[in-house]
């Protein structure tokens, strides 16, 4: 949890598109030998920033709790013990079959 985050990335991906959207038109010129007067609308960035994000992995953690597969989602002490931290490069709720 970044203090301000959802307005420093808001401001970050509009530089980008902006940024982009000048490198195209410039480009366009080039390529036209030409200037070219952009007529479409400037992109608005939206970004989303919900007072509850800082509990989302508890909510969706608790979801999964809740479902009959947890016990076979899950990795046991001997096994990561066993394995180590590879265990986790491969987990059961990403997998298709379930």
Sequence with gaps: MFKNFAK???RDINDIVDNRMEENRKKMEEKLGRT??????PIDVNVI??????YAVWFGG???ASTPDFFRMCHTKAQYEEEGARIARHS?????AM
Excluded at 49 to 54: A, D, G, I, L, M
Excluded at 92 to 96: E, L, Q
């Design 8 to 10: 420093r990335l808001n």
């Design 92 to 96: 059961p709720v990403f997998s298709a």
């Design 49 to 54: 920033s919900h007072p509850f994000q800082r």
């Design 62 to 64: 608790s979801m999964i």
């Design 36 to 41: 070219v007067e952009v007529t479409s609308s």
